[in-house]
C-alpha cells in the first residue's frame, strides 16, 4: 500500500493567516492526489484533484501543488469557514490511502 | 443537485454482520463509482472499497475478505456489508460518489456519514 503521510498533523492560525499543509507518499503517484476537508457531522468536501485542479465551486485561495511524491495544500488567507481537518488522498493504485489528517484550530 | 444518506443500525454486535444504505437523490447511479469509506474514533479516513458499472468492484485487501458492495440501480442505493464485526470496526461510515476523468479519480459528493458502534 501507498503510505501518505501529512504534516503538521495539527495547526493554531489566526483568521487571515496562510497556512501550508504538506503530504508525502511513500512512493510516487504522479499528480493523483486529492484533497479534502472534513468538519464533523457535515459531508466531506473535495477541495482540490489532480493535485492542483480546484474543485468547482471552491474558493480560490485554496491551491495545492506538488507532483511525485510532495505535495501541499495551502489557505490564503484563512476564513473561520476554513477551521476543520484536511486530509490527502492518492487515487494512483488501490487501495486508495488518505494522510493522517491535519486539523486547523483557531490561535 | 445529487444528494447521498447513509442509513443503518448504529449499534452492531460482535460477530455480526454490519449492513449499511446509501440513498442517493437527484442524480444516476449506474453511470459512476461509489465508494465506502470509514473513519474511527480519533483516526484518520479509510477506504473501504467501490463498486462501478453496477457490478465490478475492488476492496481494501485489509477487508476484503469480510466486505461486499452492492448497488441496487431500481431503488438508487448502494449497500455495504461487512461481517463478522468486532470494536475495530466502529467508525463513522461515509458513503462518496466518484468521477473517473481521464484516469484522474476523486470523490466530488460524499454523505453525512453514519456513526456505527460495534458493542454487545
Known amino acids: 500500500d501507498i503510505q501518505m503521510t501529512q504534516s503538521p498533523s495539527s495547526l493554531s492560525a489566526f483568521v487571515g493567516d496562510r497556512i501550508t499543509i504538506t503530504c508525502r507518499a511513500s512512493q510516487t503517484v504522479n499528480n493523483y492526489l486529492n484533497w479534502y476537508q472534513v468538519k464533523a457531522g457535515e459531508a466531506p468536501k473535495l477541495l482540490i484533484y489532480a493535485a492542483s485542479t480546484l474543485q468547482s465551486g471552491v474558493p480560490s485561495r485554496f491551491t495545492g501543488s506538488g507532483s511525485g511524491t510532495d505535495f501541499t495544500l495551502t489557505i490564503i488567507s484563512l476564513q473561520p469557514e476554513d477551521f476543520a481537518t484536511y486530509f490527502c488522498q492518492q487515487t494512483y493504485t488501490t487501495p486508495l490511502t488518505f494522510g493522517g489528517g491535519t486539523k486547523v484550530e483557531v490561535k | 443537485q445529487v444528494q447521498l444518506q447513509e442509513s443503518g443500525p448504529g449499534l452492531v454486535k460482535p460477530s455480526e454482520t454490519l449492513s449499511l444504505t446509501c440513498t442517493v437523490s437527484?442524480?444516476?447511479?449506474?453511470?459512476?463509482?461509489w465508494s465506502w469509506i470509514r473513519q474511527p474514533p480519533g483516526k484518520g479516513l479509510e477506504w473501504i472499497g467501490y463498486?462501478?458499472?453496477?457490478?465490478?468492484?475492488d476492496y481494501n485487501p485489509s477487508l476484503k475478505s469480510r466486505v461486499i458492495i452492492s448497488v441496487d440501480t431500481s431503488r438508487n442505493q448502494v449497500s455495504l456489508n461487512l461481517r463478522s464485526v468486532t470494536a475495530a470496526d466502529t467508525a463513522v461510515y461515509y458513503c462518496?460518489?466518484?468521477?473517473?476523468?481521464?484516469?484522474?479519480?476523486?470523490?466530488?459528493?460524499w454523505g453525512k456519514g453514519t456513526t456505527v458502534t460495534v458493542s454487545s
Open positions: 437527484g442524480g444516476d447511479i449506474s453511470t459512476y463509482y
Open positions: 463498486i462501478y458499472n453496477s457490478g465490478t468492484t
Open positions: 462518496a460518489r466518484s468521477i473517473v476523468y481521464y484516469y484522474y479519480y476523486y470523490m466530488d459528493v
